[in-house]
């Protein structure tokens, strides 16, 4: 079974600049997250979607932040603009949905901005 | 709102002694409770998870860990750490009415010398 895909692997980029990370999930996972993992700390979660319908973003910066999954499957994560304080590992993670379950990860977009 | 804390931040140990990494929990009601290990340059993976029954569950690699609801706590336990084990750990929690998003402690960072 492929894992969750994420691309790309790591990114530099100015403040200010805007940046976009994709992830695949896992086939037949219907629900997706990001998480935002600073260093030194657990990962935090900023969107979860259902299909692709958003479950829950109240922690993610609006104003900055933005994600979609327009065809229920892959997803982006936009930064504009970006802040020093933006870097960090950005994870997309998949599950099943049904019932308790749990939730796959992939390798993570490290963010530096500079 | 749910949190998760990890009390030891960094852990140093030696091949085959025991180990002991505390989680503890805020949140009154029914939880599912997982660990995730995430070993040098890879992605988040699952170690074991509780979602009811007996409370010692045992995970992958020799790893169990023991939900206490009375003490809100899910401590990581293994009884001989290998050098391989040098990770970091994380301590999630996923509350029964929060879908299957988790909140996740701030981790341990284990180096095991060999």
């Known amino acids: 079974e492929a894992g969750v895909a994420q691309s790309p692997r790591y990114k530099i980029i100015e403040k200010r600049q805007s940046v976009a990370f994709w992830c695949n999930p896992i086939?037949?996972?219907?629900?997706l997250y990001w998480y935002q993992q600073i260093l030194g700390q657990g990962p935090k979660l900023l969107i979860q979607?259902?299909?692709?319908?958003?479950?829950?973003d109240s922690q993610l910066p609006k104003d900055r932040f933005s994600a979609e999954r327009l065809k229920g499957v892959d997803s982006t994560l936009k930064i504009q603009p970006a802040k020093l304080e933006d870097s960090a590992v950005y994870l997309c993670a998949s599950d099943k949905t049904q019932g308790p379950t749990e939730a796959f990860f992939g390798q993570g977009t490290r963010l530096t901005v500079v | 709102a749910q949190s998760v804390s990890q009390h030891n931040h960094h852990v140093i140990l030696s091949e085959a002694a025991s180990l002991e990494l505390g989680c503890n929990y805020s949140y009154g009601g029914t939880v599912n409770l997982f660990w995730y290990v995430q070993y040098p340059g890879q992605h988040l993976q699952l170690l074991l998870k509780y979602f009811s029954g007996d409370p010692l569950v045992k995970g992958i690699k020799g790893f169990e860990a023991e939900f206490i609801k009375s003490k809100f706590s899910f401590n990581l336990r293994k009884p001989s750490v290998q050098w391989s084990d040098t990770a970091e750990y994380f301590c999630a929690v996923n509350a029964n009415n929060a879908g299957n998003m988790l909140t996740f402690g701030g981790g341990t960072r284990l180096m095991v010398k060999p």
């Open positions: 086939s037949g996972h219907a629900t």
């Open positions: 979607f259902q299909n692709n319908g958003v479950v829950d």
